[in-house]
């Protein structure tokens, strides 16, 4: 029987359908690398939650055959050296869509009408409500300017028009022109999306060509009284850049649930008022988070029994 690591416990539910036919190993508590490095070898798929799978790792299971990390994103897996191994890299593309889009639009409304600062206000004690609040602004009639317009970026954008917005987009895949029409969204050139958004929110993978895409130079083409919204990948961002354009009033405000150096964040950031934050549960919903470890181990297991699963990111692996 196949051996299956998982580096943290999830519920029952989402073991139901594989732990008669799988040896699935839970911890009581979440594994740290080093104890998982002192494992590894035993197993033929591991499932990642919070953890990385860097060469070391990969080197350390000698039985590996796939590896799963519990999200879209597979930075911490160092996938190309995986694929040099033989080794299948699998993720959760399909089960996040719905909470982080809801998380997304969240925070577009928490930022641009001010209400962490409110909370954080009367929480002090502070009734302030000005007659004409500069840092409220209108979310109907506005501009969203989605930069990534995959399943996230296209359900933000169903959602934000739902609010009223006008939505714009920019993709280094542009869109067939029938999805354009079928969202009712305009694509322009990434300069002209910044230039143009009310609210810039973020949906592309993190890949070296996006790291510090915005950065000083970025922030300052945007609109002043304009807002970003990040719930990708935080190194997208150049965090210390960020704190300067609000500071400075370049621009109006941000909503983050993701940072550059997470679970770190720098005490300017958490100082400021024009900011709302989240600790990166954009996809933390029960439906979500149990929908993601069924597809992550459903992934796994299918390449254990020698199928190739729609969520593996190196088919390749898979076809030999």
């Known amino acids: ?9 999830v519920p029952d539910i989402c073991l139901a359908q594989f732990k008669d036919k799988f040896d699935i190993t839970i911890p009581d508590a979440p594994m740290t690398y080093d104890e998982v490095m002192q494992v590894i070898g035993e197993y033929d798929a591991y499932m990642i939650i919070g953890n990385k799978g860097d060469k070391a790792l990969l080197d350390a299971g000698k039985n590996l055959k796939a590896i799963a990390n519990f999200g879209v994103g ?28 809801e998380h997304t ?27 004409f609040p500069e840092f409220n602004t209108a979310i109907n009639e506005s501009t969203l300017g989605i930069l990534g317009f995959g399943r996230i970026g296209k ?11 006008k939505v714009i987009y920019y993709d280094k895949f542009r869109a067939a022109p029938e ?24 949906h592309m993978p993190f890949i070296p ?20 919204v990040n719930c990708a990948r935080g190194p997208i961002v150049c965090e210390a850049d960020l704190v300067t354009a609000l500071k400075e009033g370049i621009i109006r405000g941000a909503g983050l649930d993701v940072y550059e150096f997470e679970p770190q964040i720098s005490d300017a950031l958490k100082q400021l008022d024009n900011v709302v934050l989240t600790p990166h549960i954009a996809s933390g919903t029960m439906k979500a988070r149990v929908g993601m470890a069924i597809e992550a181990l459903t992934g796994l297991t ?4 020698g199928e190739i699963p729609y969520n593996v990111v190196n088919k390749e692996v898979c076809a030999k």
């Not at 029987?1 to 416990?9: D, F, G, N, R």
């Not at 597979?74 to 889009?101: F, L, M, R």
């Not at 359900?155 to 917005?165: H, I, N, Y």
């Not at 969202?183 to 929110?201: F, N």
């Open 1 to 9: 029987m196949a051996k299956i690591l998982l580096s943290q416990p």
């Open 74 to 101: 597979y930075d911490n897996i160092d996938w190309k050296y995986a694929t040099e191994k033989g080794i299948a890299v699998v993720n959760t593309p399909t089960q996040v869509t719905d909470a982080t889009a």
């Open 105 to 131: 639009v969240a925070l577009i409304v928490a930022a641009m009408r001010g209400i962490a600062r409110s909370d954080r206000e009367l929480r002090r004690g502070e009734w302030i409500s000005p007659m």
């Open 155 to 165: 359900l933000v954008c169903k959602k934000a028009q739902g609010l009223g917005m």
């Open 179 to 202: 999805v354009e029409a079928e969202y009712g969204v305009t694509y322009m050139e990434l300069d002209d999306v910044v230039k143009t958004a009310d609210c810039i929110s973020l």
């Open 209 to 228: 060509e996006n790291h510090h895409l915005f950065d000083l130079a970025m922030l300052k083409k945007m609109k002043k009284d304009a807002y970003l």
């Open 302 to 305: 299918a390449v254990l029994c």
